[in-house]
């Protein structure tokens, strides 16, 4: 898991215009992108290819933009998916808020 490995390392030289730089450790690699609009996209791939389980997507979330930041994962049309490689992408929007999820959470039966 992200909290038992060696934190992300900023790769020298890997920032341009669109890149705000890559950071890797042997584990994983993950890409900061951010657009015109000031809005961010971080791209996250372990090195062995297999898949990445929810709470390392949180842990990395939260070590490249901060543990009160929210991200978005989408899910696309069947008709847009492009999946050739097994990377993982989150959405950082400044300034959009999404509902509380915390009040929609359901009591347990």
Do not use: C
């Amino acid at each position: 898991m992200p909290n038992e490995r060696e934190p992300l390392k900023l790769q020298p030289g890997s920032a341009t215009d669109r890149i705000l730089g890559v950071w890797s450790n042997s584990t994983y690699t993950v890409r900061r992108l951010r657009f015109p609009d000031r809005n961010e996209k971080l791209t996250i791939s372990r090195h062995d290819r297999q898949t990445i389980g929810w709470e390392d997507l949180q842990l990395i979330k939260n070590e490249m933009l901060g543990a009160e930041a929210m991200a978005i994962q989408v899910f696309p049309r069947e008709s847009e998916i492009i999946n050739e490689e097994n990377i993982y992408h989150l959405f950082f929007l400044p300034g959009f808020e999404l509902p509380d999820f915390t009040a929609m959470v359901l009591p347990k039966a």
